[in-house]
């Protein structure tokens, strides 16, 4: 069988292909390099048409993590999809889905643990990058704890996946008014791939890394 063993080969040819396919027109260049990712992280370039965002939210995001900001994700798949080459500041990552805190506080407070270990971002919230890929109800629960604090995450990754309210918690974060810098996929397809390789990108300007 003849086929494509080069990486970088593959990376550059699936990107041109991206970029003919996919209508990017809306985007500015620094946008479309991250929807560019997301959607060769899921093969369909049709995900274009559902992105939404906010107008600062990538250059709010790379400036964060230039500063050393951590990224907060609500599943360990979106943690472990991060690429620890790509970050400016050997960024800190965090999950704490599985913290032994977490079901005892699902239970006081009647949520899903990933909403609930949401509450053990505390005292990293403030000028995160938050990525939330998994679970409608971390992005809910997120919002939740916005209104009870001054604290605010430099940008709000929002692309939980499902049928139960994963295109009404993305609703939620574009239209709230916590004065949040976002990024979401409309509808009901999202998921830790998608989500990572929107961190991925966001990460480094340089599309293809030898």
């Not at 964060?64 to 970050?87: E, F, K």
């Not at 139960?164 to 979401?184: C, F």
């Amino acid at each position: 069988m003849r086929y494509e063993k080069d990486g970088n080969a593959i990376y550059r040819e699936s990107f041109a292909t991206i970029r003919r396919e996919a209508d990017l027109d809306r985007f500015d260049a620094d946008t479309a390099q991250v929807v560019v990712r997301m959607i060769h992280a899921c093969g369909q370039v049709d995900l274009a048409a559902d992105v939404a965002h906010s107008p600062d939210v990538v250059r709010r995001a790379r400036a964060a993590l230039r500063n050393g900001a951590p990224i907060l994700c609500d599943a360990t798949m979106v943690a472990t999809g991060v690429t620890r080459s790509r970050l400016p500041q050997d960024n800190e990552v965090l999950c704490l889905l599985r913290d032994e805190r977490v079901p005892a506080l699902a239970a006081q407070l009647g949520t899903t643990r990933s909403a609930a270990a949401l509450e053990l971002w505390a005292d990293r919230l403030d000028g995160a990058v938050v990525a939330v890929g998994n679970a409608p109800t971390a992005l809910f629960h997120l919002l939740e704890m916005l209104e009870r604090t001054t604290a605010r995450p430099a940008a709000v990754i929002g692309i939980p996946v499902g049928f139960v309210g994963a295109v009404e918690s993305k609703v939620a974060l574009a239209e709230s008014d916590l004065g949040l810098d976002w990024l979401v996929v409309h509808g009901r397809r999202g998921g830790s791939a998608i989500t990572a390789a929107a961190l991925n990108a966001l990460a480094t300007e340089q599309e293809i890394l030898a």
